[in-house]
């Protein structure tokens, strides 16, 4: 049943990832939020592809296999949506690193912690955990940027990425049961 359960959760990303594959409008609005939530996503989504890239190097279990390759494929390509994003807006594609001070920072993973993962003795609980707290992180920078953004292009990707998280948090928490 958890093959199902996998299933599930990668058609629920790819459909995120292929949803947006236009790039916004530029006649659609755009305000300093939207701005910052992307350049901060595509940051917080190398960060979770280099995640996912050590999970699928190290892990034995073929559910966190076919998950890890999930999160990277569908960030990458999430990735090249928002650098679209930002070109067409003609902004940078990346904020100043005072900028995300403004914007209550950005929740990231810490460098240290990915070289304690690539070293765990318990690898699939460490890296489970460390994803869920990235895929919560992004989860709340989504939220923000439903509330406070202007784009409804990028608005309703924010929502999508909330629904696909939660999904990978549920699916994790319950690989993390077994």
Same mark, same amino acid.
């Given at each position: 049943? !958890?093959?199902?359960?996998?299933? &599930?959760?990668?058609?629920?990303?790819?459909?995120?990832?292929?949803?947006?594959?236009?790039?916004?409008?530029? &006649?659609?609005?755009?305000? #300093?939020?939207?701005?910052?939530?992307? +350049?901060?996503?595509?940051?917080?989504?190398? +960060?979770?592809?280099?995640? #996912?890239?050590?999970?699928?190097?190290?892990?034995?279990?073929?559910?966190?296999?076919?998950?890890?390759? #999930?999160?990277?494929?569908?960030?990458? /390509?999430?990735?090249?949506?928002?650098?679209?994003?930002?070109?067409?807006?003609?902004?940078?594609?990346?904020? &100043?690193?005072?900028?995300?001070?403004?914007?209550?920072?950005?929740?990231?993973?810490?460098? +240290?912690?990915?070289?304690?993962?690539?070293?765990?003795?318990?690898?699939?609980?460490?890296?489970?955990?460390?994803?869920?707290?990235?895929?919560?992180? #992004?989860?709340?920078?989504?939220? /923000?940027?439903?509330?406070?953004?202007?784009?409804?292009?990028?608005?309703?990707?924010?929502? +999508?990425?909330?629904?696909?998280? !939660?999904?990978?948090?549920?699916?994790?928490?319950?690989?993390?049961? !077994?």
């Amino acid at each position: 049943m !958890r093959g199902g359960h996998v299933l &599930a959760v990668l058609l629920l990303l790819l459909s995120v990832a292929c949803g947006q594959a236009g790039s916004a409008e530029k &006649a659609e609005p755009v305000n #300093a939020d939207d701005v910052m939530f992307v +350049q901060m996503m595509v940051q917080h989504h190398r +960060q979770g592809i280099e995640i #996912a890239g050590i999970g699928a190097s190290r892990t034995a279990d073929p559910e966190v296999k076919t998950l890890t390759a #999930a999160i990277e494929s569908t960030q990458q /390509d999430e990735v090249e949506m928002m650098l679209r994003w930002l070109h067409d807006w003609d902004q940078p594609l990346t904020a &100043a690193s005072v900028a995300h001070d403004h914007h209550g920072g950005m929740p990231e993973t810490d460098r +240290q912690r990915l070289q304690q993962l690539r070293k765990s003795q318990n690898f699939d609980y460490d890296l489970l955990t460390v994803l869920i707290e990235h895929q919560d992180g #992004a989860v709340t920078m989504a939220a /923000d940027e439903v509330t406070r953004g202007a784009n409804p292009a990028v608005q309703q990707w924010a929502a +999508q990425v909330q629904t696909s998280r !939660r999904a990978q948090i549920a699916m994790m928490t319950d690989l993390l049961k !077994r």
